[in-house]
């Protein structure tokens, strides 16, 4: 045993050392979505720095095709926040911005084998955030010490229990890609581990999103069904565990629910209200919030919980027009017949992972955490891939032949 975690511990220094300069930041971003909350942050802004500011990188990123749409995207995320004077939301657009450039970032980076290890890597520590969100509710309920959880439910490392949900979402629809290319049983394991945090997290959103997101992987991209089939009828079971059990979620019973939809109704109602007042560009980043310390309202709350009424409520109908131009972007990538035959895995893993989020974006804006953002932008740059494999291809041919004339 202790020779094969040796063996294990040298073959992922091996790995760690065959990486690029590039591919270190990002996997040392990866690791950092694990660290609680605005820490994560860090290396990521280090990165988009540093990819600005370092001229082949720069260089690089400006060849990708997308390169123009982010970078004139700029005034639209400051320019409603300066008139609005909402200068928290000034700072929250900039944010946007830069993660837009993070995510350019990465398309010039990503390809295949990179793109699967951190994937691997990202499952690897979403078993060890399950084991702190268990250790967590433990502190929780026999202590009564609560490190993470927020009233009642895990949030593990990702700061509100919704997040986590999302994460789950995301963890499981990657580890089950995984699955499909290495038929690998530990996949399954840190699969189902990570369905666990179903019962913790408690996020009833995350439930539908991640079970439309299984039945469409399953039927529309004709995926190893069998493994789609047991991983939902568990996740099914875990729902059924909870409703039965009231111990795990005292947010079930009937008149927590409809509290719940009418919150939602009045806060949708708000949001619907104000965006009329100014539909083109929007109040800025956190416009909900900002607009409830202004009218002073009894909750100050961060967002519209629902992504297009935050996007407009934020950006107005310029701000949704361009995130929907560049969905579509992606889209027409992923749609390319020669991505569909060589990368139809990758496809597939990216299109749900899309359909999960905006399922999930019906009743909340699970995409506005740090960790959450970052964990999405790392599936989409798969759509990148394809463009990569081929610039390395002909930059290997090239040596090759260089090498044939001048050695």
């Not at 091996?14 to 909350?37: G, H, K, M």
């Not at 299984?214 to 004709?222: F, M, N, Q, S, T």
């Not at 990148?384 to 001048?406: A, D, G, H, P, T």
Request: hydrophobic fraction near 55%.
């Amino acid at each position: 045993m202790t020779a094969k975690i040796k063996y294990k511990f040298e073959r992922a220094l091996q790995r760690w050392s065959e990486l690029n300069t590039d591919e270190r930041i990002i996997a040392v971003c990866a690791i950092a979505l694990f660290l609680p909350y605005f820490i994560g942050a860090v290396p990521c802004l280090f990165a988009v720095f540093r990819a600005l500011l370092h001229p082949g990188v720069r260089n690089r990123m400006t060849s990708v095709s997308s390169s123009g749409y982010i970078y004139a995207a700029f005034p639209i995320f400051v320019f409603p926040a300066i008139v609005f004077r909402n200068w928290f939301g000034l700072l929250g657009g900039v944010i946007i911005w830069l993660t837009l450039v993070f995510m350019l970032y990465l398309f010039t980076v990503m390809r295949v084998r990179f793109y699967n290890n951190v994937i691997d890597l990202m499952l690897i520590l979403s078993v060890f955030a399950m084991i702190i969100g268990v250790v967590d509710r433990l502190l929780y309920a026999f202590y009564g010490i609560k490190i993470f959880i927020v009233l009642g439910r895990t949030a593990s490392v990702f700061w509100n229990p919704n997040f986590y949900g999302y994460m789950i979402e995301l963890f499981v629809l990657m580890a089950l890609y995984r699955f499909e290319k290495r038929h690998s049983p530990w996949y399954l394991v840190i699969l189902f581990v990570n369905l666990g945090g179903i019962l913790l997290c408690d996020c009833r959103t995350a439930w539908a999103a991640l079970g439309a997101a299984l039945l469409i992987y399953a039927v529309h991209y004709k995926h190893n069904v069998k493994w789609v089939v047991i991983t939902m009828l568990i996740t099914v079971a875990l729902v059924i565990l909870i409703l039965l059990v009231p111990m795990f979620s005292g947010r079930l019973a009937t008149n927590i629910i409809n509290y719940d939809v009418d919150k939602r109704s009045k806060i949708w109602g708000d949001a619907i209200h104000w965006i009329k007042h100014q539909p083109v560009y929007g109040y800025g980043m956190n416009g909900y919030r900002e607009i409830c310390i202004r009218t002073h309202a009894p909750r100050v709350r961060w967002h519209s919980h629902n992504m297009i009424l935050n996007v407009m409520l934020d950006f107005g109908v310029v701000g949704l027009a361009y995130f929907s131009a560049m969905i579509g972007r992606i889209v027409k990538v992923l749609n390319k017949p020669q991505f569909c035959v060589i990368y139809s895995q990758i496809r597939s893993l990216i299109m749900v992972a899309g359909l999960a989020t905006l399922i999930h974006g019906v009743t909340d804006v699970p995409i506005l955490g740090v960790q959450s953002a970052v964990g999405l932008i790392i599936i989409v740059s798969g759509c990148s891939v394809e463009r990569n494999e081929r610039v390395f291809r002909r930059l290997s041919n090239f040596c090759e032949i260089y090498e044939k004339q001048y050695t």
